[in-house]
């Protein structure tokens, strides 16, 4: 999903927000009018009254958005498919202010993924940022464990944060340096 920036937007109901890059959260009141200046991965960056804030997806209506669609594998799915779907999903995640998934951006830097004797999933990842200060982590690893839970039959995703290897530029998919110019 991804509009065109600068989308005219009013909050038609209380709302939480992280304030970006700071990563607090605060709530838009009812009436705030602003844009959406991204939506990618079923979240939405918006300006207003000066400030960048991130509004999950699952709060999509408050801003006259619609929220993502549920996740569903297909009849007799293999353990391949429930794996793309995972990093699927982890795509679907997006620095607030670069309209790029951390698995391009190269944040990802494990996904293990183990099936249980009850043909449920734990999934557990490691990933850093792109810098070690950015206020925007304890949000984002957030919104990859809410994204990789959403797959059918994972019932637990564990997501460390690490910064040991730091991240670094060659860390990206060739298709983001590019995207960012950043060779």
């Given at each position: 999903?991804?509009?065109?920036?600068?989308?005219?937007?009013?909050v038609?109901?209380?709302?939480?927000?992280?304030?970006?890059?700071?990563?607090?959260?605060?709530?838009?009141?009812?009436?705030?009018?602003?844009?959406?200046?991204q939506?990618l991965?079923?979240s939405?960056?918006?300006?207003?009254?000066?400030?960048?804030?991130?509004?999950?997806?699952?709060?999509?209506?408050?801003?006259?958005?619609?929220?993502?669609a549920?996740l569903?594998?297909?009849?007799?799915?293999t353990?391949?498919?429930?794996?793309?779907?995972?990093?699927?999903?982890?795509?679907?995640?997006?620095?607030?202010?670069?309209?790029?998934?951390?698995?391009?951006?190269?944040?990802?830097?494990?996904?293990?993924?183990?099936?249980?004797?009850?043909?449920?999933?734990?999934?557990?990842?490691?990933?850093?940022?792109?810098?070690?200060?950015?206020?925007?982590?304890?949000?984002?690893?957030?919104?990859?464990?809410?994204?990789?839970?959403?797959?059918?039959?994972?019932?637990?995703?564990?997501?460390?944060?690490v910064?040991?290897?730091?991240?670094?530029?060659?860390?990206?998919?060739?298709?983001?340096?590019?995207?960012?110019?950043?060779?």
């Open positions: 999903m991804y509009h065109s920036q600068n989308q005219p937007l009013v038609t109901r209380d709302v939480r927000a992280v304030l970006v890059p700071a990563g607090i959260e605060v709530k838009l009141r009812t009436g705030s009018v602003g844009y959406v200046t939506a991965g079923g939405f960056t918006v300006y207003v009254e000066g400030n960048l804030f991130r509004i999950a997806g699952e709060d999509a209506d408050a801003i006259g958005q619609e929220a993502p549920k569903v594998l297909p009849p007799n799915a353990d391949a498919d429930v794996e793309q779907m995972v990093w699927d999903q982890m795509k679907t995640t997006y620095d607030p202010e670069i309209p790029i998934n951390i698995v391009e951006l190269g944040l990802i830097y494990r996904c293990e993924i183990n099936k249980q004797a009850d043909d449920t999933r734990h999934v557990a990842i490691t990933m850093t940022l792109t810098a070690p200060g950015c206020g925007m982590g304890e949000t984002l690893v957030a919104d990859v464990r809410e994204k990789v839970l959403m797959v059918p039959t994972v019932t637990q995703a564990e997501v460390d944060l910064f040991d290897p730091p991240w670094s530029r060659d860390n990206m998919s060739e298709a983001a340096r590019l995207q960012t110019g950043m060779f």
